[in-house]
């Protein structure tokens, strides 16, 4: 049997490393049931968005949701 897929959104992507409950519990559930995945578009966009903060954090979180994914 082939494993379920399921694509991530940017908007759980921006919120997970921020800690934001919902979406860290909503990723967690889905983790259990599915392969996750993103977009080659939603991965650029959360590194641009890492990277115009201006701040290493943001781009550190970034970089970790690569090995995730």
Do not use: Q, W
């Not at 650029?44 to 781009?59: D, T």
Request: hydrophobic share 35%; net charge positive.
């Amino acid at each position: 049997m082939e494993a379920r897929r399921v694509c991530l959104g940017f908007d759980v992507l921006i919120d997970y490393p921020r800690g934001r409950r919902e979406a860290v519990d909503h990723i967690h559930r889905l983790e259990e049931a599915a392969v996750l995945s993103t977009t080659s578009i939603n991965a650029f966009k959360v590194y641009y968005e890492a990277y115009k903060s201006g701040r290493e954090k943001n781009v550190e979180n970034a970089k970790g949701l690569r090995g995730s994914l």
